[in-house]
Nanobody
Framework: VQLQASGGGLVQVGGSLRLSCAAYGSISNVNPMGWYRQAPGKQRELVAQITGGNSTNYAESVKGRFTISRDNARNTLSLQMNSLKPEDTAVYYC???????????????WGQGTQVTVSS
């Protein structure tokens, strides 16, 4: 599985960006997918996640501003980010979780990361 993220950039406070992630390889519609971010000096954190059944989960800090979606036919994941704040500045990573039956746990695949910078 390979994940290729795109769409990051520099935006002013209150602006919008849309991140996209293309997934290649052996992918099932049931794989949970999500976006994580990592700011300088901080740990990587979950931003939003979406299951194969399109159930979503958001970090409290982005609720009401960010929307995650997926297109299973095209194996793509998107994150619409509105009302951006300086604290949203980070490298954003696309994630896909694959359940490994033999070990009974998930394996995480990661994209290369895309920089989002929100300037004030």
């Amino acid at each position: 599985v390979q994940l290729q993220a795109s769409g990051g950039g520099l935006v002013q406070v209150g602006g919008s960006l849309r991140l996209s992630c293309a997934a290649y390889g052996s992918i099932s519609n049931v794989n949970p997918m999500g976006w994580y971010r990592q700011a300088p000096g901080k740990q990587r954190e979950l931003v939003a996640q979406i299951t194969g059944g399109n159930s979503t989960n958001y970090a409290e800090s982005v609720k009401g501003r960010f929307t995650i979606s997926r297109d299973n036919a095209r194996n793509t994941l998107s994150l619409q980010m509105n009302s951006l704040k300086p604290e949203d500045t980070a490298v954003y990573y696309c994630n896909l979780r694959s359940f490994q039956v033999l070990v009974g746990s998930y394996y995480d695949y990661w994209g290369q990361g895309t920089q989002v910078t929100v300037s004030s």
